[in-house]
């Protein structure tokens, strides 16, 4: 089952979705801790990439537990917009085993940065990513 994304992947070239799913890996090994919960979404997450040696690469990562080499985002420089979607979706990933550590929070402060968003907006976003984790339901 495929994640949905606010993240408009249909827009995407090539090149940035390889960095999108890259900055999803990053975010899910940023802290140390994979968890299950973690590993399930980031392999539904991925399921736009359709590069099979990429997939591999991505997975190397995650079994490696190394956060890959990102840099500046390409594109997107008039829809803002559409960059604030995937720091919305790299969230979810981030927070779907109920935590959001410092690392992740670093991690995230980062990719913010290599989108060019506002560090203050970055910010607000961890502030709700955190509160978001106190409202998730205990796993029973």
């Given at each position: 089952?495929?994640?949905?994304?606010?993240?408009?992947?249909?827009?995407?070239?090539?090149?940035?979705?390889?960095?999108?799913?890259?900055?999803?890996?990053?975010?899910?090994?940023?802290?140390?801790?994979?968890?299950?919960?973690?590993?399930?979404?980031?392999?539904?997450?991925?399921?736009?990439?359709?590069?099979?040696?990429?997939?591999?690469?991505?997975?190397?990562?995650?079994?490696?537990?190394?956060?890959?080499?990102?840099?500046?985002?390409?594109?997107?420089?008039?829809?803002?917009?559409?960059?604030?979607?995937?720091?919305?979706?790299?969230?979810?990933?981030?927070?779907?085993?109920?935590?959001?550590s410092?690392?992740?929070?670093?991690?995230?402060?980062?990719?913010?940065?290599l989108?060019?968003?506002?560090?203050?907006?970055?910010?607000?976003?961890?502030?709700?990513?955190?509160k978001?984790?106190?409202?998730?339901?205990?796993e029973?």
């Open positions: 089952m495929a994640h949905n994304f606010r993240t408009p992947i249909g827009a995407m070239s090539e090149n940035q979705r390889e960095w999108f799913a890259m900055a999803l890996v990053a975010m899910v090994i940023a802290d140390g801790e994979v968890s299950q919960a973690e590993t399930q979404t980031l392999v539904q997450s991925i399921s736009f990439i359709k590069n099979p040696t990429l997939v591999e690469s991505l997975k190397k990562y995650i079994s490696h537990q190394t956060v890959p080499n990102l840099t500046a985002f390409v594109g997107w420089d008039t829809l803002p917009k559409n960059r604030a979607f995937m720091m919305l979706d790299l969230m979810d990933v981030a927070i779907s085993d109920r935590d959001f410092p690392k992740e929070k670093e991690q995230f402060l980062h990719i913010g940065n989108l060019g968003m506002p560090k203050f907006k970055v910010e607000e976003l961890i502030e709700y990513g955190a978001a984790t106190l409202d998730m339901p205990e029973g």
